[in-house]
């Protein structure tokens, strides 16, 4: 459980800094870190990119906050996060430092991720003279046409340390332009996201075969529960089609995994076709996708909040491509910029009639489906490589350290 520090020891942390910021070099490490949430092991994307930017870019550390690990509900304190996380990766140990407010940055050059994580460091960015780049991501305080997000985000934008925002979906790339955040040579593009793609294709499960080595047709749904019915997330939709599809087929079954369970929609008259898991830890999707045929993802922007909407594709479903399952789900924003619909995935709307007649349709035609699934999933390996997620990343910081140290 998180501990509250004795005066004693407050006092003997706060005289350690102060020699600290006068004692050491004010630009001893290239590449700085700083994070809310890392290095807590199930923030999966942020733990593959930041270990690649360790291995990759000489002298990196990250600093650590510890301060969302409260909103993730992590019981363990952040001395304690950051234990395992060297006991899984002992190679980094060492690299991750306490932050501090008070503590001097002390870094050519800064990196953070999503927009209520930089405009927090900003004004220890700044009195530092550090200049940084981060990721803006959709969520994370960031939202379209949202009077709070856009102060933070100008603030930010105004910096005279800002070098690169990092963006992967083209909605926010415009947003920033056309709303005169920035100038488009102050945006690098970077389309899909970051995952375990060589674990995940590497450590994959002989996937059963409706028909032939099962004997269900399996429907899942995998996200966080953060309103009522999960109407931004379409748990809403899946259950109307569900509904539908009980009614035409016999062995079809639906699976539930995040924050949802039957008291949130009643699906009493489905209850022998319904199996909800609560929400789980990365290991246990592996074998549990294996199973699925489809993911239904009919998630719906601007539901959570006036400008709140999902990055494209969605972590989950990226996830499951990715296990070779069949991917459904929706783009009202047209954010895809590589997949082939009916192809490599097959992109929906939120009526559940055109969904249980999409779905049947495959249903009756598996071998389709298996197609789908197959070439989803080579495409999503595609598009979340190293080389097409990371090599452009450190290509950037690589660039703006040689320039910062030529200067």
Request: aromatic residues 12%.
């Given at each position: ?62 600093y ?7 909103f ?12 395992k ?13 306490k932050f ?23 004004p ?7 200049p ?17 997000s ?9 910096s ?5 925002i ?30 375990e793609?060589?674990?995940l ?10 028909g ?7 429907i ?27 009614a ?21 008259d ?46 989950t ?26 192809k ?13 007649d ?37 290509a ?12």
């Open positions: 459980m998180h501990a509250t520090l004795s005066l004693p020891t407050r006092i003997l942390n706060y005289l350690k800094i102060k020699v600290e910021n006068y004692t050491r070099p004010n630009k001893e490490f290239d590449l700085i870190i700083i994070d809310d949430l890392f290095p807590y092991l199930m923030t999966i994307f942020r733990v593959v990119e930041f270990n690649y930017y360790l291995e990759h870019i000489p002298n990196t550390v990250v650590a906050s510890g301060t969302a690990l409260k993730v509900k992590v019981d363990d304190s952040l001395p304690e996060v950051v234990s996380y060297e006991e899984t990766y002992p190679q980094h140990r060492g690299k991750v430092l501090d407010s008070r503590r001097k940055l002390r870094g050519k050059l800064a990196y953070t991720v999503f927009l209520h994580n930089t405009f927090t460091f900003l220890m960015l700044e009195r530092d003279s550090i940084f780049v981060f990721t803006l991501y959709a969520g994370g305080t960031f939202e379209l046409d949202n009077e709070r856009d102060m933070q985000l100008r603030k930010i934008c105004a005279k340390m800002l070098r690169k990092i963006v992967k979906e083209k909605v926010i790339r415009d947003y920033l332009i056309n709303r005169q955040f920035c100038p488009a040579d102050k945006i690098e593009f970077i389309f899909g996201g970051i995952m793609v060589e674990r294709t590497k450590s994959a499960i002989p996937r059963p075969l409706y032939h080595t099962k004997s269900t047709f399996d899942c749904f995998v996200g966080f529960k953060y309103m009522p019915r999960g109407s931004d997330k379409g748990y809403d939709t899946f259950v109307d089609t569900a509904r539908l599809l009980c035409r087929h016999s062995d079809v079954r639906f699976h539930v995994v995040g924050g949802f369970s039957s008291d949130d929609i009643d699906v009493s489905m209850a022998d076709r319904f199996t909800f898991y609560g929400p789980r830890t990365i290991d246990f999707f592996l074998e549990f996708y294996a199973r699925m045929d489809v993911l239904l993802s009919p998630n719906i922007p601007y539901t959570l909040g006036k400008g709140a909407f999902d990055g494209f594709p969605l972590g479903v990226a996830d499951a491509a990715l296990s070779g399952v069949a991917i459904f789900c929706t783009d009202y924003l047209h954010e895809n910029q590589a997949f082939v619909p009916g490599d995935i097959e992109i929906i709307n939120n009526d559940p009639q055109h969904l249980a999409t779905l049947t349709d495959y249903y009756e035609k598996y071998d389709r489906l298996i197609e789908l699934g197959r070439n989803g999933r080579m495409k999503f390996a595609e598009v979340f490589s190293v080389e097409k997620q990371m090599m452009p990343r450190v950037l910081l690589n660039k703006l350290l040689k320039e910062i140290t030529a200067a």
